[in-house]
């Protein structure tokens, strides 16, 4: 019992140091401990720092939609190369694209051309689309499972990066931009107060087209939903406004243009996009630049419309569509737009940090403002000091000596928690607090059974040095049951649980796995170098 | 200097010849519990039922009348008020827009925001929680799959550490806890959210610890006294592990109890939940799952050797309570 080697009494203590001084940096400011060889910090939770968490979702339906739409003009395109295939009756029904074959000769060499577009997905062994021949002339080719889930997930994985770029604009604090599941991203923005500039921001895809007008059309019509072939209608801000381009329009109608179906130039050609105050007006506009392949398209395909419009277009709706004066050389340009100068400045923001992939939703919305943050971990200190005086006094008064043992263990605890908080670059939160708390209620459990465990024994007449050897020895095995099941709750609500269950969850673990070396091994120590110490014949216990 | 004790040296109750009484009393209780939860409903949070909770701290204590008036001339929905923390504060509960459009949630806070500064000079926004349809379903579902989940898994934690008797009898004990939890939250229509799960996995984690080091001290009776009855052993151990019992929950209504009254509004209902979970899951451990084994059938018969170490080991010779 009294053999406990120098080494090891020296290494704990060492562990505890250690441990407990990772906890330091987190009591000074933080530009103070920057200089500093080691310096992790415990990260605050919006529930105590204050800030917005946004958990949007991706409405992947337009996603879905627009692959299939997509295909569909693959498919034309690769049939019209030559030798021609003739096909007829393309469809996009249902989610699936389906069109005849007007030469059933024709039938492998349409397939061939149809298996080099599609490939393979994820690690199925599927193929991202499947063909199919009906009534052989006709060929249904249909989205498999593993072909959208990818096409979502890369659109998944390039949005969450858009929302990076977007919010980085903003020049907010360390925010936290997360995928969750295979269609969420949660944002996490300390300090941020009015989360209504994020969600303009993020409100919007951004996808900007510039494409030709048709100005042939017949606007009888076009008034009545009648695209011409390659065309398709968009609606116009207003007939009235300027750059309309068609004249006898009728007027009871509401106003749209029909546009060529494939872009000159998109927002992915652009390098730059900023606000200006427009030379002649001073309204706010937004100017862009083209990178030197867009810039050298732009400039051919105007040159060869001159006196024709074209159409700004931006999440399908028509922004204006100016005339084209004389070619466009440079690759830069304004886009006048009636804007304010927010919604100018957060055009050219959403502009440069490219379109969304996929249009995002806010479907949980949670802010905390910096008061009541501030409140709630002066509340949180506050609660947590009390707390310990309170214990410490009463396992004071109950077990004197080994009770005062005990009271080390667990303001170590505490601080050693903070320490394995701080090197997993964890974050405290509100519940995280109460679950400090909650384990220096614990932590002391393991104290109360041991010393029970040694008044029974020296009740039962055993010598001080027999009962406090059984003490630790019996207890131990009872406090390994009772941490592994506290532990599987603990684990359960960090698997399962959500926001602040998690939270409660993190300190929780530490805390049990922490608890368990500070109450026996760490007081185990101390009682065995009192003991060897005195010797003494009784205890006070 | 002399210690406390607050459980004396010679304390034997007779907890088992106790056991119809109690079994009766719990019954009463968690059908009652359960009836109040049916009948009167919880106060789910917009964790679980979606819409948009703003806190609101004013100057003044306002009149909570002249705030619903003010919110009400909105027309954005029935609100629900609520003094939080104090009387300076206030938790206003509106129904989530109906409407697609991302931005309504925003338009109905800001409308919110802006009628009440403009009515109550000094009023300043706390917090706003918005949680839609489709999230709170999952929080729902998530919640109640974490509760199963911590269950089932104590329970066959305790089947494999023990016999299957203490694994029935300790769910049973738990799910009486989270009952009577559930009850009282009903009884007192504090606003069941998010941290009031954390809180029930909490009190499900505390009050497993709880029975276990009872279930633990009858296991090792079980082998040191193989003749005695089990109605003897089973007194014995829940009077052998009283004073840790009494000792370890009155430390942690301590720490709770600092918590309830310095831990700030925000907590408060966690604490709440906790505070009862402790109580309810000392009495259960006591009264319930221990005095349970005895109607499942527990024997003392020798059985094969589960893994905990026999207690043979240690070599010594008990001597019985009566001995002392």
């Known amino acids: 019992?009294?053999?406990?080697?120098?080494?090891?009494?020296?290494?704990?203590?060492?562990?505890?140091?250690?441990?407990?001084?990772?906890?330091?940096?987190?009591?000074?400011?933080?530009?103070?401990?920057?200089?500093?060889?080691?310096?992790?910090?415990?990260?605050?939770?919006?529930?105590?720092?204050?800030?917005?968490?946004?958990?949007?979702?991706?409405?992947?339906?337009?996603?879905?939609?627009?692959?299939?739409?997509?295909?569909?003009?693959?498919?034309?395109?690769a049939m019209r190369k030559a030798p021609r295939i003739d096909v007829g009756d393309i469809t996009t029904d249902g989610g699936k694209v389906s069109f005849m074959l007007r030469n059933v000769a024709q039938l492998e060499d349409a397939?061939?051309?149809?298996?080099?577009?599609?490939?393979?997905?994820?690690?199925?062994?599927?193929?991202?689309?499947?063909?199919?021949?009906?009534?052989?002339?006709?060929?249904?080719?249909?989205?498999?499972?593993?072909?959208?889930?990818?096409?979502?997930?890369?659109?998944?994985?390039?949005?969450?990066?858009?929302?990076?770029?977007?919010?980085?604009?903003?020049?907010?604090?360390?925010?936290?931009?997360?995928?969750?599941?295979a269609t969420r991203i949660v944002v996490q923005v300390p300090g941020l107060q009015d989360p209504t500039a994020l969600k303009e921001l993020l409100g919007k895809t951004a996808k900007l087209?510039?494409?030709?007008?048709?100005?042939?059309?017949?606007?009888?019509?076009?008034?009545?939903?009648?695209?011409?072939?390659?065309?398709?209608?968009?609606?116009?801000?207003?007939?009235?406004?300027?750059?309309?381009?068609?004249?006898?329009?009728?007027?009871?109608?509401?106003?749209?243009?029909?546009?060529?179906?494939?872009?000159?130039?998109?927002?992915?050609?652009?390098?730059?996009?900023?606000?200006?105050?427009?030379?002649?007006?001073?309204?706010?506009?937004?100017?862009?630049?083209?990178?030197?392949?867009?810039?050298?398209?732009?400039?051919?395909?105007?040159?060869?419309?001159?006196?024709?419009?074209?159409?700004?277009?931006?999440?399908?709706?028509?922004?204006?569509?100016?005339?084209?004066?004389?070619?466009?050389?440079?690759?830069?340009?304004?886009?006048?737009?009636?804007?304010?100068?927010?919604?100018?400045?957060?055009?050219?923001?959403?502009?440069?940090?490219?379109?969304?992939?996929?249009?995002?939703?806010?479907?949980?919305?949670?802010?905390?403002?910096?008061?009541?943050?501030?409140?709630?971990?002066?509340?949180?200190?506050?609660?947590?000091?009390?707390?310990?005086?309170?214990?410490?006094?009463?396992?004071?008064?109950?077990?004197?000596?080994f009770g005062l043992y005990a009271n080390y263990a667990v303001v170590i605890n505490v601080l050693v928690i903070m320490g394995v908080l701080a090197v997993l670059n964890g974050t405290l939160t509100l519940p995280g607090i109460a679950g400090f708390v909650l384990t220096i209620g614990t932590a002391v459990d393991a104290n109360v059974l041991i010393n029970e465990r040694i008044r029974e024994e020296r009740r039962r007449g055993r010598s001080v040095m027999q009962s406090v050897e059984l003490g630790y020895k019996e207890a131990s095995r009872t406090i390994f049951e009772a941490n592994m099941t506290h532990a599987i709750s603990g684990v359960v609500m960090l698997l399962l649980g959500s926001g602040p269950v998690k939270g409660f969850a993190v300190v929780l673990l530490i805390g049990i796995a922490t608890s368990v070396f500070t109450a026996v091994t760490f007081t185990r120590m101390l009682v065995v170098l009192w003991l060897r110490k005195h010797r003494p014949q009784t205890i006070n216990i | 200097m002399r210690l406390l004790k607050i459980v004396p040296d010679d304390t034997n109750i007779d907890f088992v010849r106790l056991r119809y009484w109690a079994f009766g009393l719990t019954t009463l209780l968690t059908i009652a519990a359960v009836a109040l939860v049916f009948i009167h409903r919880l106060n789910m949070g917009v964790d679980f039922v979606g819409g948009i909770m703003i806190e609101e701290k004013f100057m003044v204590a306002p009149s909570v009348d002249k705030v619903r008036k003010v919110v009400d001339d909105l027309k954005v929905g029935e609100a629900s008020l609520q003094q939080v923390g104090g009387p300076t504060t206030l938790s206003i509960r509106l129904p989530r827009p109906e409407s697609n459009d991302p931005a309504a949630t925003n338009q109905v806070v800001e409308k919110v925001k802006a009628a009440l500064a403009a009515n109550f000079a000094g009023a300043q926004f706390s917090k706003q929680d918005a949680v839609s349809g489709k999230v709170s379903g999952e929080l729902v579902w998530n919640g109640i799959l974490a509760v199963v989940v911590a269950v089932l898994l104590i329970g066959l934690f305790a089947i494999f550490r023990f016999e299957w008797q203490f694994g029935v009898s300790t769910v049973v004990a738990i799910m009486h806890d989270v009952l009577m939890t559930l009850g009282f939250f009903a009884l007192t229509q504090l606003e069941f959210d998010l941290n009031i799960v954390a809180a029930v996995l909490t009190i499900i984690g505390y009050s497993i610890n709880d029975k276990i080091v009872i279930d633990d001290r009858i296991r090792e009776n079980m082998r040191r006294y193989r003749k005695?009855?089990?109605?003897?052993?089973?007194?014995?151990?829940?009077?052998?592990?009283?004073?840790?019992?009494?000792?370890?929950?009155?430390?942690?209504?301590?720490?709770?109890?600092?918590?309830?009254?310095?831990?700030?509004?925000?907590?408060?209902?966690?604490?709440?939940?906790?505070?009862?979970?402790?109580?309810?899951?000392?009495?259960?451990?006591?009264?319930?799952?221990?005095?349970?084994?005895?109607?499942?059938?527990?024997?003392?018969?020798?059985?094969?050797?589960?893994?905990?170490?026999?207690?043979?080991?240690?070599?010594?010779?008990?001597?019985?309570?009566?001995?002392?």
């Open chain 1, 1 to 77: 019992m009294l053999d406990f080697p120098r080494w090891k009494v020296l290494s704990i203590f060492g562990f505890l140091a250690v441990l407990m001084a990772l906890a330091i940096p987190s009591f000074f400011p933080e530009d103070m401990t920057k200089g500093w060889p080691v310096h992790p910090r415990i990260n605050l939770g919006l529930d105590l720092a204050g800030g917005s968490y946004l958990l949007l979702e991706a409405d992947t339906s337009q996603l879905v939609t627009d692959r299939v739409n997509l295909m569909s003009d693959s498919v034309a395109t």
């Open chain 1, 111 to 181: 397939r061939q051309r149809l298996s080099q577009m599609t490939t393979g997905a994820q690690m199925t062994g599927q193929r991202d689309w499947d063909i199919q021949v009906v009534d052989s002339t006709r060929f249904v080719i249909t989205p498999t499972k593993a072909g959208v889930d990818e096409a979502i997930d890369s659109a998944m994985s390039g949005a969450t990066e858009v929302v990076r770029r977007r919010i980085d604009s903003l020049g907010t604090r360390e925010p936290t931009i997360i995928r969750q599941g």
């Open chain 1, 209 to 401: 087209e510039f494409k030709l007008v048709d100005t042939t059309a017949d606007t009888a019509k076009l008034a009545v939903g009648q695209s011409p072939i390659g065309d398709q209608i968009l609606p116009y801000p207003s007939a009235a406004g300027r750059g309309f381009p068609y004249v006898g329009y009728p007027a009871n109608k509401p106003p749209v243009i029909a546009v060529r179906r494939a872009a000159i130039i998109t927002g992915q050609d652009l390098t730059d996009a900023r606000v200006q105050n427009d030379s002649q007006t001073n309204a706010p506009v937004v100017a862009f630049q083209f990178n030197t392949e867009g810039g050298k398209r732009f400039a051919r395909t105007t040159q060869e419309n001159v006196n024709k419009p074209f159409a700004i277009i931006l999440d399908g709706s028509v922004i204006s569509a100016p005339n084209i004066e004389g070619p466009i050389l440079g690759g830069s340009g304004v886009i006048q737009g009636g804007f304010t100068f927010q919604s100018a400045n957060d055009l050219a923001i959403q502009l440069k940090s490219g379109a969304l992939p996929v249009a995002l939703k806010v479907i949980e919305e949670r802010t905390v403002g910096p008061e009541l943050g501030k409140d709630s971990i002066d509340a949180g200190i506050k609660a947590s000091i009390i707390a310990v005086i309170l214990v410490v006094l009463f396992m004071l008064v109950t077990y004197g000596r």
């Open chain 2, 228 to 324: 005695m009855d089990m109605r003897e052993i089973i007194n014995l151990s829940v009077n052998e592990t009283l004073p840790r019992t009494v000792m370890t929950s009155l430390t942690i209504l301590l720490a709770l109890v600092a918590l309830l009254i310095f831990g700030g509004h925000v907590l408060r209902g966690f604490t709440a939940a906790m505070i009862l979970g402790v109580i309810v899951g000392t009495y259960s451990s006591i009264y319930v799952s221990s005095s349970l084994l005895i109607t499942l059938g527990l024997r003392a018969e020798p059985t094969p050797d589960k893994p905990g170490k026999p207690n043979a080991a240690t070599g010594a010779e008990r001597v019985g309570p009566g001995n002392n």
